[in-house]
């Protein structure tokens, strides 16, 4: 299989809207996780920020990351013009 | 393709109205006389008769049908498929206790189960849709070229489902027996057969359409009860928003029973207990001869003193479950010595983001938080019964929006549970909490009777003091209807979603094993020149076996099964996550790194789970393997260790090895890059 430029860029930008998608990702899991203590103070709903983005606020964040990648990457392959199969709804 | 939704979308319209109005034509019977033990029978009796009618209505002799769905699930439906599949009787039964239980700390379970979704959607189901097989061991073997890959593939996919399934099934059996009143044993083999009337004769195919059906049963039943209880406790019926506020004034409950002399007196005693089981034990084996002359004494004393006959039946129980030898002797105080150490523990507040006195213990409480979140995650990425549901969809646009419906479906429960501990939490601190144990409200009582609620006068204050308190974890969910005062139809409602996730993910699990079994073991090895029909029913007689296998080792009443299911993830994540990764990303991966990086990956989580859990293993003549945890990090975390040497395995042996073929590096762009026109 040789692949043609159009090709590399269609990986090219696949990868980087990945690498974005999952830097925030880490970021609500783990980041903003580990200084739980630290923000403490900061009310939310009624809870502290740690435990308002542990039961709702990074779960929500994780729908919308997968709702942008499923919506940018679907226009990526209509952009490119790639077949497949008939899922046109 | 829009026609077939459209005619989805009316008849599961239409399915969701008529369960409904059987709840309320229930609730209608009840007002008029139904006893309770009925309304259980009904709603397991209707349930499983809907679900085995679409189990026979999608039977199937096609293998792409069987296997696959026919690739023809739209992917709202998938993501609902997905959602039931997903969501076990630990979702629904036990999240909502271990948030309960654990506050802060369980959240990791809610962040954990849904953050895997991130890493399906970014990096595996698209991938994995335009690869477009059956089964997970199918891409690993065309990945990584041949039969090496796919065994240790099929090994880390029973490994983790087996045990998985037995969950399942078992609480299956639990729901079974308190609801509908029938022995667990019998129990267990009714929700085998509901599992195999929905799987056996149309594989995929009927499991997907029922799993569809199995959705809309348990996020109604999870839904209700906790928006009635916030309704009467705040006015306002969406309890995901308000319990924030019932947090709030949990906080300043935590803050008056806490402090309370009687919480303190019960705690100090609490103590005490623990270090006499210490004493005990350090004494062993003259204390546990000297325990049983004491017990031996009082008991001739009683019988002297003409005492009541129950008495020193009592004792004379007691006399008999005391251990045979100081090495069960060792074992069993060291549970009660436990028990009663955590519940004279200062408590915790629930809002408190890693608690504990002090930086270290802090700081491990974080390390462990973090760290299961990182488990769960990958585990949920590697599962295979999850991943396999995005061979289903019509095409890799279909897969992505698939997994955003499934996360969609699967956070109408997550975001809920924390709700239920919050409003079961502000119950008992404000009304059991307290109160003379000579009237305790009936929901203590009747869950009291078989063994999920227990209090304990340690005190003798005849006062329920916090500390006195055990609550099995499924309580939570299972008594907020009695709590809200809810008629029993809502219990039946309650009763019968558990039971809708205990058996879809009993499913798609058996399903997943069988499918390891029949297509990569037996078809793509064994037999490659085997006909479909062959291959069917090869496939069908496997789930049968697997099947009774699985009820009869949940039927056994494993008591470890919890932890175990935990460990599934461990397992899975670090047997199967880097080599998928690895395979989609990085085209240098040979055939040697990934089998090597399975194994060790795999290993290592194994081992640090044993020798962390365990100190003796009874069946295999095995004593003193016991270890100091690393970094303090917990055995249900074990995979974060597997993951690193797994993913370190396949780079460096990949780097040791020959670059992959020309055929490997083609099949990964083919995976990559979809088909442009010219």
């Known amino acids: 299989m040789r692949l043609d430029e159009r090709q590399r860029a269609y990986w090219r930008r696949n990868l980087r809207l990945t690498a974005w998608l999952l830097g925030l990702w880490f970021f609500v899991s783990f980041v903003v996780s580990f200084f739980a203590r630290e923000v403490e103070h900061i009310l939310f709903l009624g809870m502290p920020l740690g435990f308002y983005m542990g039961a709702q606020g990074a779960p929500l964040t994780y729908l919308l990351i997968i709702w942008w990648y499923a919506r940018r990457m679907n226009a990526l392959d209509r952009d490119y013009g790639v077949e497949d199969a008939e899922d046109e709804d | ?678």
């Open chain 2, 1 to 678: 393709m829009a026609d077939q939704t459209e005619r989805l979308r009316r008849y599961y319209a239409s399915y969701t109205l008529g369960f409904f109005a059987f709840v309320l034509m229930l609730a209608v019977l009840e007002r008029y006389g139904m006893p309770p033990r009925w309304i259980g029978y009904s709603f397991l009796l209707l349930t499983i008769f809907l679900y085995a009618t679409i189990g026979v209505l999608a039977r199937t002799t096609s293998v792409a049908e069987y296997y696959v769905a026919g690739r023809r699930v739209p992917a709202v439906f998938n993501g609902m498929a997905t959602g039931a599949d997903w969501m076990s009787s630990a979702s629904f039964m036990g999240l909502a206790g271990t948030l309960y239980l654990s506050g802060h700390q369980g959240l990791a379970y809610v962040m954990g189960w849904t953050g895997g979704y991130v890493l399906v959607a970014l990096l595996l189901a698209p991938y994995l849709r335009r690869f477009g097989r059956y089964t997970i061991p199918d891409f690993l073997a065309a990945r990584y070229g041949g039969n090496p890959a796919r065994v240790v593939g099929v090994l880390a996919t029973i490994l983790a489902s087996f045990v998985y399934v037995v969950a399942q099934i078992y609480a299956v059996g639990l729901i079974t027996s308190r609801f509908v009143g029938l022995q667990f044993e019998i129990g267990v083999f009714v929700g085998l057969a509901g599992i195999l009337v929905c799987s056996f004769l149309g594989g995929m195919r009927a499991v997907t359409w029922t799993q569809v059906a199995q959705y809309a049963i348990l996020i109604v039943a999870y839904l209700v009860p906790v928006t009635i209880l916030s309704h009467e406790v705040t006015g306002v019926p969406l309890a995901q928003l308000t319990y924030g506020g019932v947090l709030q004034q949990v906080q300043v409950l935590e803050e008056r029973i806490f402090g309370d002399p009687g919480e303190i007196e019960a705690r100090r005693l609490f103590r005490e207990r623990a270090d006499a089981y210490h004493d005990r034990i350090l004494s062993l084996p003259e204390s546990l001869a000297e325990e049983r002359r004491e017990l031996a004494a009082r008991i001739n004393d009683l019988k002297n003193d003409n005492a009541q006959m129950r008495e020193i039946v009592a004792l004379e129980r007691e006399r008999r479950e005391l251990p045979r030898n100081s090495e069960d002797a060792r074992n069993y105080w060291e549970t009660h010595m436990r028990q009663a150490a955590q519940r004279g523990a200062d408590p915790d507040h629930h809002m408190t983001a890693y608690p504990g006195q002090g930086e270290s213990v802090n700081e491990v409480a974080r390390a462990n938080f973090l760290t299961l979140v990182f488990c769960l995650m990958i585990g949920t990425a590697a599962l295979p019964h999850v991943l396999t549901r995005y061979y289903t969809t019509p095409g890799v646009r279909d897969a992505r929006l698939s997994v955003f419906w499934s996360l969609l479906f699967i956070l109408a429960l997550y975001l809920t549970a924390p709700a239920y501990a919050a409003f079961v939490k502000h119950e008992i601190y404000s009304h059991l909490v307290g109160s003379p144990i000579a009237q305790l409200p009936l929901w203590v009582s009747s869950w009291g009777k078989i063994g999920m609620v227990s209090i304990e006068d340690i005190n003798g204050d005849g006062i329920v003091q916090l500390a006195e308190l055990v609550l099995n974890p499924d309580v939570i969910l299972l008594a907020t209807p009695e709590i809200a005062g809810l008629p029993y139809v809502i219990s039946g409602l309650v009763a019968a979603g558990a039971l809708a996730a205990a058996l879809s993910t009993a499913d798609g699990l058996l399903l997943t094993i069988a499918s390891a079994l029949s297509h990569d073991l037996y078809y793509k090895i064994f037999r490659p020149q085997a006909t479909t029909q062959w291959r069917l029913v090869v496939s069908k007689s496997l789930l049968l076996v697997v099947a009774v296998l699985a009820a009869t080792v949940a039927s056994q009443k494993p008591a470890t099964i919890l932890f175990m299911v935990a460990w599934a993830f461990s397992l899975a994540g670090s047997a199967l996550f880097p080599a998928l990764i690895v395979g989609v990303f990085w085209k240098r991966a040979t055939r040697a790194g990934a089998v090597s990086g399975m194994l060790v990956g795999l290993l290592v989580t194994l081992y640090y789970m044993v020798r962390v859990q365990f100190d003796s293993i009874p069946w295999l003549h095995i004593q003193g393997i016991g270890m100091e945890p690393w970094l303090g990090i917990q055995s249900t975390s074990a995979g974060v260790w597997g993951v690193a040497a797994g993913f370190a395995t396949i780079v460096i042996v990949s780097l040791l090895d020959k670059p992959p073929s020309k055929e490997t590096q083609d099949f990964v762009e083919s995976v990559r890059y979809p088909e442009f026109d010219r």
